[in-house]
């Protein structure tokens, strides 16, 4: 049964800090992994996808990398703002399966 | 970009009564749905997974007969909240997967429930 940690759970930076934000998963046989947003009584906001065959995808400041090999993905964000506070949840997708997420990162940025 | 548009966003009932939640895909077809509750600070749980022409899957635990899923067309899923109880004020979430290649999968805005 696929299980997904996210690491760590809550996290407060100050404006500026770059960071990164860890998911790991126990079986490698994913066919994509995606990092989501969460803003406190919203739904969720895909920021991005990363297909089993890539290694890396970039949206502006965040880059998402994925090691299937290890089970392993980071999202990196650069240059964190106060409006990139909220949780961050990465979910992997097994094919024809709902997606598994971990509980998710509370990301909090300090003005 | 892909939208999933989830209606309402809000609603209040009276205990007993019976509630529908929308869930639209709306440029995109997608035989898959999913739907999802959250409580307060925790992650999202999925409740069961709704198929297009056939019987929703639900998880262990979720009751079918109170949690009513219809998937009538390839763009729309529905969520009945049935005999609601304050237990059952939630915020629901659907996703919806895109059908075309890659499958991503999109997230509508969340439904607040609140049973009163």
């Known amino acids: 049964k696929q299980e997904v940690t996210q690491i760590p759970a809550a996290l407060s930076v100050p404006e500026g800090e770059n960071l990164v934000l860890n998911c790991s998963f126990t079986d490698s046989a994913i066919y994509n992994l995606q990092w989501f947003r969460q803003d406190p009584g919203k739904g969720l906001t895909s920021l991005l996808l990363?297909?089993?065959?890539?290694r890396e995808q970039t949206s502006g400041r965040l880059n998402a990398s994925l090691d299937k090999s290890s089970g392993r993905s980071t999202l990196y964000i650069a240059a964190s703002q106060p409006g990139d506070s909220a949780t961050y949840l990465c979910a992997v997708f097994s094919g024809n399966t709902p997606l598994v997420f971990g509980k998710g990162t509370r990301l909090s940025v300090i003005a | 970009g892909a939208v999933v548009s989830q209606h309402p966003s809000w609603v209040i009932c009276k205990s007993g009564t019976s509630v529908k939640i929308e869930c639209r895909s709306l440029?995109?077809?997608?035989?898959?749905m999913f739907w999802y509750r959250q409580f307060p600070k925790q992650s999202l749980m999925l409740m069961a997974t709704s198929n297009e022409g056939s019987k929703a899957t639900y998880e262990q635990g979720v009751e079918k007969d109170k949690f009513l899923i219809n998937h009538a067309s390839l763009t729309l899923s529905t969520l009945t909240v049935t005999s609601a109880h304050p237990e059952d004020s939630s915020f629901y979430i659907c996703s919806a997967r895109d059908d075309r290649v890659g499958n991503t999968i999109y997230f509508g805005e969340g439904s607040w429930l609140t049973v009163v």
């Open positions: 990363i297909q089993s065959s890539q």
């Open positions: 440029d995109f077809q997608a035989t898959t």
